[in-house]
């Protein structure tokens, strides 16, 4: 069985930072792409960032310049770096991976963390 734990999320004054971690754990074969996605209160869940096996990451664009995500292959772990907060970016942060487990089928299958919250007050 393969899980994503996240961490880092908490409660933040506009403009200030937090950094998100999310490590998968469990007989992991192999994973692929990696990103953060976020769901605000009413609204759908959105990819904010992405971060592809051979290092290639795209962000959402309300984002750019303040989020940088990476990764650390050795650990089966993501980071995101949040600086300049603003309250639009209040949120439930999850993790999401393509992950192929030892023993399972031989394929990436698709697996999300339990979310994390993110809260940045005015």
């Known amino acids: 069985q393969v899980q994503l734990v996240e961490s880092g999320g908490g409660l933040v004054q506009a403009g200030g930072s937090l950094r998100l971690s999310c490590a998968a754990s469990g007989t992991i074969s192999g994973i692929s792409n990696m990103g953060w996605f976020r769901q605000a209160p009413g609204m759908q869940r959105e990819l904010v960032a992405f971060?592809?096996?051979?290092?290639?990451?795209h962000y959402l664009e309300s984002v750019k310049g303040r989020f940088t995500i990476s990764r650390d292959n050795a650990k089966n772990s993501i980071y995101l770096q949040m600086n300049s907060l603003k309250p639009e970016d209040t949120a439930v942060y999850y993790c999401n991976a393509g992950v192929k487990a030892i023993g399972g089928p031989n394929r990436y299958l698709e697996v999300w963390g339990q979310g994390t919250l993110v809260t940045v007050s005015s």
């Open positions: 971060i592809s096996g051979l290092g290639s990451t």
